[in-house]
């Protein structure tokens, strides 16, 4: 059982603001728990309910925590019978690889997930992030990257301020936009920073005068964009 | 003002089986709905707030009805002004194109949605699904589709069936699987059937050999796959 002092906190970890002031996430479900186990982020401590075996702790505390508690964390409809509590990971990292990936201003979380989930898959170590980009640690964009949280470094910077550096440092800056460069395998330098803009707004006035060029994926039929996910699935496909 | 039979008739539409039973759905928001009226679909009618102007009628009955009404038909948490009543589109069509996306056994509606949506942008003009594949007509389809849902054909057929249909036509058979011919440019032929299985369970057995080999997007990362939609915009941007 929780006391009531822990239980408020871990329900209050739903919330940005309160797991930015504990520098803490909450992470659901057996997959997620046992990738967050073997990943380099520091797991606190697992809860679990009765019906489900509980790893084998090393270094974080494992505790049985009742069906009601678990509702009461949870932020699933049906909450899963294990949980992990973990700590942010230290985000000051150099910026090593050739490919790096962009994005601004992205507000659904099922999206930065699924975004999260195709660097990985695409072996993109760096996204780098606009401030303003849905938080990553929000349940649903854990969900929806389906690990790949544990395995890709995200960097939440200002943006127009990095892309400067990095255009400094010999990276081309390209942008995915509704008109540019027909979308190939070599299209996109291998030194470059490409740039995903939001769903709604497309990448801001700042950061298109910083880009050496846009690139487009040529569309045949009558749907008037694609799904800002798809799209960087589609581009990452050629680039890498 | 509806009638007590209307409200209660449209408020059914929510539910598959009497969406069925009527051979009618629901649209949603103005750009769905002004989507539909531009479509080849029959809309019957257009039901509207106060506070939303109605588009010019033609062929269809255009009704103000209040808030608590477009409350109570909706399916969205927060409903939008104005929403249209649509016929079934006639399903009995021929097959004339080459390339052909076949889904199988999709289960979650944005997914299915989304696919549409992309089939849409690369001039896919015919989807195939299995019968189990989430109904089109669900709210979740029709808003992640973008409208797209108006301008693609989907057939849902006995897909085991039609695909040796297709096969004995000449169109190659080619499924979207973990291990494959590596995707490119010329991979899948011209005239064929690419077939996307669902999110969980991949290709049925019963498909599998029907085909005639299976194409992989190539992966570099740590990620254990690609969500569904994801993947058939990959394929999707090398075969068109």
């Known amino acids: 059982m929780l006391s009531k002092r822990e239980l408020k906190i871990l329900r209050s970890l739903r919330q940005k603001k309160f797991r930015n002031e504990h520098g803490k996430f909450l992470v659901e479900g057996e997959k997620l728990v046992q990738e967050a186990i073997e990943s380099d982020f520091e797991v606190e401590a697992v809860y679990h309910g009765q019906s489900q075996t509980p790893p084998t702790p090393s270094s974080f505390a494992v505790q049985e925590v009742s069906q009601k508690e678990l509702s009461q964390i949870s932020s699933m409809k049906n909450p899963p019978g294990i949980m992990a509590l973990v700590k942010f990971p230290d985000k000051s990292f150099k910026i090593s690889s050739d490919k790096i990936l962009a994005v ?50 995200l960097a939440r910077v200002d943006l127009t301020e990095k892309i400067e550096k990095l255009k400094a440092k010999g990276y081309s800056i390209v942008g995915a936009e509704m008109s540019g460069k027909k979308l190939d395998r070599d299209t996109i330098p291998q030194k470059a920073v490409l740039v995903m803009g939001s769903e709604s707004h497309g990448i801001s006035p700042e950061i298109q005068k910083l880009l050496d060029f846009s690139v487009t994926i040529e569309k045949r039929g009558g749907a008037e964009s694609l799904n800002v996910a798809v799209a960087t699935g589609i581009i990452l496909s050629y680039w890498v």
């Open 104 to 153: 601004e201003g992205i507000n659904d979380p099922g999206n930065l997930g699924t975004i999260l989930r195709i660097a990985d898959w695409f072996g993109i170590e760096t996204v780098l992030c606009s401030e303003e980009t849905v938080d990553e640690f929000n349940p649903k964009v854990i969900q929806s990257s389906m690990g790949s949280i544990f395995r890709t470094r």
